[in-house]
């Protein structure tokens, strides 16, 4: 509960620029330096599978194997976009979301989801479902940010989901199947450069739809109501 709080209010503040830190900073400087672009990623997935695992590999370069299962964190990292510096910040969520009004939050926060699964638990592949179901429904559109992940992939040996079945999932939901290795490392990178590629298209399609020059927009059930 403490994480949620605390992670709401260091996104409002960093939102805001009310974050005593920058106010201060802001302060001595007349002319402040533009804050990099912020994309905000939420990691979801049943627990176990390695949610956990991916984005402290991301973050530090390192396979921690024995992460508190039930801790939720988030981080944030400056990276270079296709020459761009943004900032990701990741929602590692922990099982609170069993809590509708906690997970309606974080999904609401959140700007791209990576939908992690592990490649040899085909109940957790099954749970991506409700996942996908529930994203949609609190972001109310089909065209959010997203990306399948099927973790895990050095266990080949142990593989209880086939490559097929995974594609053919990601292929109903039009959105990309990336397997991945938060051991080896295995297309980590990937995952989160091409989710945080898909939100910076995605916000300027939305900043071109808002000054009137079409753009792709929402696919969103929001804009199926016209009112005259
Ligand atoms: N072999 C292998 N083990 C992994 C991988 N990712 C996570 N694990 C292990 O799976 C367990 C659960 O990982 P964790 O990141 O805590 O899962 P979370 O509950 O989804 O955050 C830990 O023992 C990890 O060491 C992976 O890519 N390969
Ligand atoms: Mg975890």
């Keep these: 509960m403490f994480s ?9 503040f960093a939102e805001e620029g009310k974050c005593p830190c920058v106010e201060r900073r802001v302060g001595m400087s007349k002319k402040p330096a533009a804050q990099p672009t912020l994309h905000k990623v939420i990691m979801v997935g049943s627990g176990g599978v390695g949610k956990s695992a991916l984005t402290l590999q991301f973050m530090y370069d390192e396979f921690v194997e024995d992460y508190e299962p039930t801790k939720a964190d988030s981080y944030r990292k400056k990276v270079v976009l296709d020459g761009e510096e943004v900032q990701i ?21 959140g700007e791209g989801f990576l939908c992690v699964f592990s490649i040899t638990e ?3 592949f099954d749970a ?14 089909d065209n959010i940010p997203f990306l399948l992940v099927g973790n895990k992939s050095d266990l080949a040996d142990k593989r209880r989901v086939p490559l097929e079945t995974c594609r053919e999932r990601a ?10 290795s938060a051991k080896t490392r295995d297309n980590v990178d990937k995952v ?14 939305d900043s071109r739809a808002t000054n009137g ?16």
């Excluded at 479902?129 to 559109?141: C, G, M, T």
């Excluded at 020059?213 to 005259?228: A, M, N, R, T, Y």
């Design 4 to 12: 949620t709080i605390a992670y709401q209010l260091s996104t409002k």
């Design 89 to 109: 910040d990741i929602l590692d969520t922990a099982g609170q979301e069993d809590y509708a009004a906690i997970r309606d939050n974080y999904f609401r926060s």
């Design 122 to 124: 085909p109940e957790s």
């Design 128 to 141: 991506t479902q409700e996942f996908r179901e529930q994203i949609l429904r609190v972001k109310n559109d």
């Design 171 to 180: 292929h109903n939901w039009q959105v990309p199947y990336v397997e991945t």
């Design 192 to 205: 989160f450069f091409d989710l945080m590629r898909e939100i910076r298209s995605r916000k300027s399609d």
């Design 213 to 228: 020059e079409g753009g792709k927009g929402k696919k969103s059930k929001k804009f199926k109501c016209v009112i005259l």
